[in-house]
């Protein structure tokens, strides 16, 4: 990896170097290989992808359950592993997963998404210990609310500021979780 290179999972206006259905493990992969092709490797994924619906947990069924988890949690791990291991190679690497007051404080009408949120947290924390020594930073980056324009922790500066704040730790002094 030459020039540092990174990929953010999500969506949005102005995202769409590559275009893939996070919950779709094959299309993902494929997705992040061409990036990484024609980038040279990943400097820092930044998992950010989740299927937001307002709808009580009691109103679920296990099929909408599972189609949620693959993109709020299968798809970081996707990600992950698809970008792995050129992160190996180059010696380094950060891993962010996205999240939200969710992980911890669960809402029943946002059901699907609390269970979502709290699986990526569990996987930030798990994938931190297994790559505990490599020099590939993990964490999750906890977001406790609504972004907002000018909110000193919320705003998309502040949130970007705590990602570079992750990504600049040094190995040995790696936070797993950061709230903002």
């Known amino acids: 990896m030459n020039k540092p290179v990174i990929v953010i999972v999500g969506m949005g206006p102005g995202i769409g170097s590559a275009v893939a259905d996070a919950g779709d493990p094959e299309a993902l992969s494929r997705a992040l290989a061409t990036l990484e092709a024609a980038a040279g490797g990943v400097t820092v994924l930044l998992y950010n992808a989740a299927h937001i619906k307002w709808k009580n947990l009691l109103e679920e069924t296990a099929q909408s359950l599972v189609e949620d988890f693959r993109v709020n949690v299968a798809g970081a791990l996707t990600a992950v592993r698809t970008v792995l291991p050129a992160m190996h190679l180059a010696g380094r690497g950060t891993i962010l997963l996205t999240s939200s007051l969710f992980a911890t404080r669960p809402v029943a009408q946002f059901g699907s998404l609390s269970i979502g949120k709290a699986g990526l947290r569990s996987m930030a924390y798990s994938l ?6 490599t ?9 406790q609310g609504q972004v907002r324009s000018g909110d000193p922790h919320r705003s998309p500066q502040a949130i970007a500021a705590a990602c570079w704040q992750l990504h600049v730790q040094k190995s040995g002094a790696f936070a797993t979780e950061v709230d903002c």
């Not at 931190?128 to 020594?133: Q, R, T």
């Not at 993990?138 to 977001?143: G, N």
């Open 128 to 133: 931190a210990e297994a790559l505990k020594g």
């Open 135 to 143: 020099n590939i930073h993990v964490a999750t980056l906890t977001v």
